[in-house]
């Protein structure tokens, strides 16, 4: 899909939202560029510098708006409290995942912007060294590879592009796996974003740290980020049972699982654990069965590294796709009999392995 496809898709509300979205982000820009373009005390600064210099303060402005907010829509327990609320109303409560994207390409083109700022202010700053040692006694190396900004910078920089690289729709679906666990590096990028700020590498001309004093506005969700995950962690506790797997045809394999102690409304989807595949991946899948059942399905498609151990965990093999097509004009593909065969027969294999899932 283009670009333009996608934004073919959007709502209503997912505009209003990204032209709001947007004209914050040109404020906060504006604000951080002549807070420092302004600032007499900075004049140490301002004169080698200027454009560079202002430029990679506003986008870090921007980057702390950015860093604070892209936690909030995976926290599903906060969700859940603001979607029955009337901030439902004003802000696309629905629209977390979009939102997440959003705010990831927000947080990817201001990265961008302030880390070419800062390696602009450090080539000047490393000009002026070798012509006024006395007055710029740091050099490029130790301002990039020595100092706290420089290290933890690279560390970010370092997680984001295995993040993002990993993240794309094609590659999720290609190996979940991978996305899975180096999307966990955003842990060690809000470790590494926390310690940035230290060492004050902006300081005025008497000497005062100048940094964005901004670990607090992002250690708030930060904070919300890690009560979500406890949450999760008691909730995964609770063990339920498969009652029955039913294969049907193009590799899709149904789960019927016993009710746990939830409701639950057509449409919506849960996270399912298998601790024989993997203790740490969840999944989320549709419930596909009605809440007046006295069991939930979910009907999974075998296309990714999970999903395919999944079906050799319950016996069942991903099937070849069918060379033949759908035959001659009398009859069908022979991997298309196979699967009209175990359709009619509504083959099942019954287990009895306990799957364990949030509430």
């Given at each position: 899909?283009g670009?333009?496809d996608?934004?073919a898709t959007?709502t209503?509300?997912?505009?209003?939202?990204f032209?709001?979205?947007?004209i914050?982000?040109?404020l906060l820009?504006i604000w951080?560029f002549?807070?420092v373009?302004?600032?007499?005390?900075?004049?140490?600064?301002?004169?080698p510098?200027?454009w560079s210099l202002?430029?990679s303060?506003?986008?870090g402005m921007?980057?702390?708006w950015?860093?604070?907010?892209?936690l909030?829509?995976?926290?599903?327990n906060?969700?859940?409290?603001?979607?029955v609320?009337?901030?439902n109303?004003i802000i696309p409560?629905d629209?977390?995942i979009?939102?997440?994207?959003?705010?990831?390409?927000?947080?990817l083109?201001?990265t961008v912007?302030?880390?070419?700022?800062?390696?602009?202010?450090?080539?000047?700053?490393d000009?002026?060294?070798r012509?006024h040692?006395?007055?710029?006694?740091?050099s490029?190396?130790?301002?990039l590879f020595?100092?706290?900004?420089g290290i933890?910078?690279h560390?970010?920089?370092?997680?984001?592009?295995?993040m993002?690289?990993?993240?794309?729709?094609?590659?999720?679906?290609?190996?979940?796996?991978?996305?899975?666990?180096?999307?966990h590096?955003?842990?060690?990028f809000?470790?590494?974003?926390?310690f940035?700020?230290?060492?004050?590498i902006v300081k005025?001309?008497h000497?005062r740290?100048?940094g964005?004093n901004s670990?607090?506005?992002?250690?708030v969700?930060?904070?919300?980020y890690?009560?979500?995950?406890?949450?999760?962690f008691?909730?995964?506790?609770?063990?339920?049972?498969?009652?029955?797997?039913i294969?049907?045809p193009?590799?899709?394999?149904e789960?019927?699982?016993q009710?746990?102690?939830?409701?639950?409304?057509p449409?919506?989807y849960?996270?399912i654990n298998i601790?024989?595949?993997?203790?740490?991946?969840?999944?989320?899948?549709?419930?596909t069965?009605?809440p007046f059942?006295?069991?939930?399905?979910v009907h999974?498609?075998q296309?990714?590294?999970w999903?395919r151990?999944l079906?050799?965990?319950?016996g069942?093999e991903k099937a070849?796709t069918?060379?033949?097509g759908?035959?001659g004009k009398g009859?069908?593909?022979q991997g298309?009999?196979?699967?009209e065969?175990?359709?009619?027969?509504?083959e099942?294999?019954?287990?009895?392995?306990t799957l364990?899932m949030?509430?």
């Open positions: 899909m670009l333009f996608a934004f959007w209503t509300r997912r505009y209003v939202f032209i709001v979205w947007l914050v982000h040109i820009f951080g002549f807070r373009h302004n600032d007499p005390d900075l004049i140490n600064l301002n004169e510098l200027n202002w430029i303060r506003a986008a921007c980057l702390i950015d860093c604070a907010a892209i909030l829509p995976v926290c599903r906060l969700l859940k409290l603001l979607r609320s009337f901030i109303k409560i629209e977390n979009w939102f997440h994207k959003i705010t990831a390409y927000s947080i083109i201001c912007i302030h880390g070419a700022g800062h390696y602009i202010n450090v080539y000047r700053l000009a002026q060294h012509l040692p006395d007055k710029f006694q740091v490029a190396a130790q301002l020595s100092s706290y900004a933890t910078g560390v970010m920089l370092l997680c984001m592009v295995l993002y690289t990993t993240a794309k729709q094609s590659q999720r679906h290609k190996s979940f796996e991978t996305f899975w666990y180096t999307h590096l955003a842990f060690v809000f470790i590494a974003l926390l940035h700020g230290l060492g004050c005025d001309q000497g740290c100048r964005y670990w607090h506005v992002f250690t969700t930060l904070s919300l890690v009560i979500e995950r406890g949450i999760r008691y909730r995964a506790r609770m063990e339920t049972r498969l009652i029955k797997v294969q049907h193009a590799n899709v394999i789960l019927r699982i009710k746990p102690g939830f409701t639950y409304k449409g919506q849960m996270f601790p024989e595949i993997s203790n740490h991946q969840w999944h989320p899948f549709t419930i069965s009605s059942e006295d069991y939930v399905s999974i498609r296309v990714g590294d999903t151990a079906g050799r965990r319950m069942i070849e069918p060379r033949g759908a035959g009859g069908k593909g298309q009999d196979k699967s065969k175990i359709a009619d027969k509504g099942e294999v019954v287990a009895t392995k364990t949030p509430k």
